[in-house]
């Protein structure tokens, strides 16, 4: 008798999971490398969430990838937590050790740092303050990532001022708390500036923060990738800044769960974006 080759699955965990893309990047690069694996959208309800996940290791899953609204919950099913997931406080990442525990990560700040990196080279995270728009779950890891780097200040300003005092509360004295309606006035001086909002996204309402503030040569992100180019992103390049759109935060916060998965770490070019784009 032969062993059977085992074929490594993934996925993707959420409810609604349709619009994800992330099945359409995991494919192409498991296409690109001769990787006989799959990486498949499960669509899972709250009540679900635990049995499923016990499951997957089962039936032949070596991780998966969570999203919206499981990322918090999932941190209450894993054996191991990573820091930056504990201090985010949700996961994006499992993966389904060989001994039979589950291993919790988070890959957003990871992502949204190296697209930042890759798509404005010059960009020195010590070179002024940061502003931040928004305080839900991206923001977090936004937030993160960006003490981790060194990043001096960074000014924050939610629709809901107290969901931005909580950050305050727990990644301390680096941030400072705009009122909403001040948010434009928060955008002086900053040299980065990131929409973490779903504002000014296909079918949310537009992006209406007054942007006169902006300094040119800032580094301006929408995590918003659809539209890739959206009204905040042109009307930041139109003040001279440089703009990032928020596909690329998606593309490499994947990369590192795919390396962990299946064994090889997949290049981020203008291929992977176009599939994504056209998938």
């Known amino acids: ?10 996925g993707v965990i959420g409810s609604p999971i349709a619009h994800s893309k992330s099945p359409v990047l995991h494919a192409h690069w498991l296409k690109t490398y001769g990787i006989r694996g799959f990486y498949i959208p499960m669509d899972v309800a709250q009540a679900n969430l635990r049995e499923v996940i016990a499951a997957l290791p089962r039936a032949g899953f070596v991780g998966c990838n969570v ?3 499981h990322k918090e919950t999932v941190l209450g099913l894993a054996d191991v937590v990573t820091d930056r997931a504990a201090l985010i406080g949700a996961a994006n990442t499992l993966i389904f ?17 190296a697209n ?14 940061a502003a931040v728009i928004g305080a839900g779950g991206a923001a977090r890891a936004v937030v993160a990532s960006l003490i981790e780097v060194g990043v001096p200040e960074i000014r924050i300003a939610n629709r809901t001022r107290t969901r931005a005092e909580v950050l305050r509360s727990e990644f301390g004295a680096k941030i400072v708390v705009h009122d909403w309606v001040q948010a434009g006035n928060m ?21 209406r923060v007054p942007l006169d503030g ?12 659809t539209p890739l180019r959206t009204k905040f992103l042109e009307e930041a390049a139109a003040a001279g800044c440089v703009t990032v759109d928020g596909l690329g935060m998606l593309l490499h916060q994947a990369a590192p769960a795919f ?18 784009l056209g998938g």
């Open 67 to 69: 999203t919206i609204p």
């Open 116 to 129: 930042l990196r890759q798509n404005a080279p010059g960009w020195a995270p010590a070179a002024g303050p």
């Open 97 to 113: 050790r060989k001994d039979g525990r589950i291993h919790a990560d988070n890959t957003d700040g990871y992502g949204f740092i």
């Open 187 to 207: 955008l002086e001086g900053a040299a980065t500036v990131i929409n973490t909002t779903s504002l000014g996204m296909e079918g949310k309402p537009d992006f």
């Open 214 to 225: 902006l300094s040119p040569g800032a580094v301006v992100n929408d995590l918003v990738y």
């Open 259 to 276: 390396e962990r998965w299946f064994g090889t770490r997949p290049e981020i070019d203008q291929r992977t974006r176009d599939v994504v």
């Open 1 to 10: 008798m032969t062993d059977h080759p085992i074929i490594p699955l993934a």
